[in-house]
């Protein structure tokens, strides 16, 4: 087998900037569900209060 020259070499930095992207994505929309959740229920309890 021989290596496949156009590959790129493999960058740890921008691997990491991505991986950090990713989960600061994840961060927010757990955060929006959450606050979303806390509205509905609020919601809930004072139309059946």
Excluded: H
Aim: proline residues 4%.
């Amino acid at each position: 087998m021989t290596e496949n020259p156009n590959l790129e070499p493999f960058d740890e930095v921008e691997y990491r900037r991505r991986q950090r992207s990713r989960a600061n994505m994840m961060a927010w929309m757990l955060g929006g569900l959450a606050i979303l959740f806390f509205f509905i229920t609020i919601a809930k309890i004072q139309i059946f209060a």
